[in-house]
Each structure stands twice: as structure tokens, then as C-alpha cells.
């Protein structure tokens, strides 16, 4: 069971430089979309994200050593730059404590004032949650999606940010969050 609700403002793990939005994100695109399964144990679930999209390493040394790496290949200069916009804002570098899983949209081009990606956060707790625990949004759709997913005393939180005018047509991130496994 999953509860979707909207939000206005952006999260914390968004990141500062922008991405395009990308053909990816769209309806007929997204069920067609090959796709890469990523699965933490430890965390208990596993996601299945676009195979184009680039990952946010947990730490801020993994992030300057992938920078690094990327930056000694022509062709990857422009990724490691987006990258190293992560680390220049405080918002991209909570992201990275706040946050178990990220991932956004490359290729994409860096003309969209938002990037498209998606973040998995787990919040515990003393007690299981209930269906009374969570909030249920008003279908506010304005720039983000989260998606809410209760399990034993995990509450999953499923972040979904795009440009706010392709919100409702990025079929993509339902996608993600209906395959999206509790181990």
C-alpha cells in the first residue's frame, strides 16, 4: 500500500543545476524504458530506475572521487561539472546525509530549471505505521511527487522533482514508485 501526495516546496536533497525535462519522464515513454534494479538489503527495497540515469553516491568523499574520475574522460566533463554542482549547494549536500538513494535524468540537457530524479528515504520508528499516520496530500502537483509507502516500523518516502508544467505528465515516476519492492 502507497500513498501519494504533492508538494509546493522543493525537497531537501534537490539539486542545485538543472535538467531538461526529457522524453523519458512522458507517458507512452516511460512503460518501454529500460530499466536498472538497484536493491540495499540493508534498507529493505529495491527500485528499478531508467537505465540513462546516474546515481548520487552516499557520501561527499564518493561524490569527489566520481568527479575526479569523470573529469579525466572529454566525454564525461559536463556530468562531472553537474555533479559538482551537488556539492557547491547546502541543499545537494543534505541531499546526500538525508537521503539512502538518488538518482537523476542524464543525458538530459541543462536548459529545465528542475531536475528530474528521484530520492528513497527511510524513516523509522518506535511503533508500526498505520494508515492513520500518514498524511494524505491534497493533489497539490506543483514541482514534486512523494509517494509513501508504510512497512513495519520503515516508512518509505518515494521523491519524485521535474520542472512543475511536466509534473502531471511524467507518467514515469508512478511507474518507478508501482515497481518499487519491499524485501
Known sequence: MWYQA???AGLAGALASALAFAAVATGAAAKNQPS??????????????????????????????LIAKLKKKSSTVSLADFYSTIL???AGKSGIAAYRFQAFDWPGSLSAPVPIQVSVGISPAKRAYTARDLPVGGGVTNGAEVYLIPHGKKLYELSFQIEASQLASASLFTSIAQHFRLL
Open 88 to 90: 557547491a549547494s547546502q
Open 36 to 65: 536498472t534494479i538497484y536493491v540495499d538489503k540493508a534498507g529493505g527495497y529495491a527500485i528499478a530506475v531508467p537505465k540513462t540515469w546516474q546515481l548520487i553516491p552516499r557520501s561527499q568523499a564518493g561524490v569527489k572521487a
Open 6 to 8: 504533492g508538494v509546493r
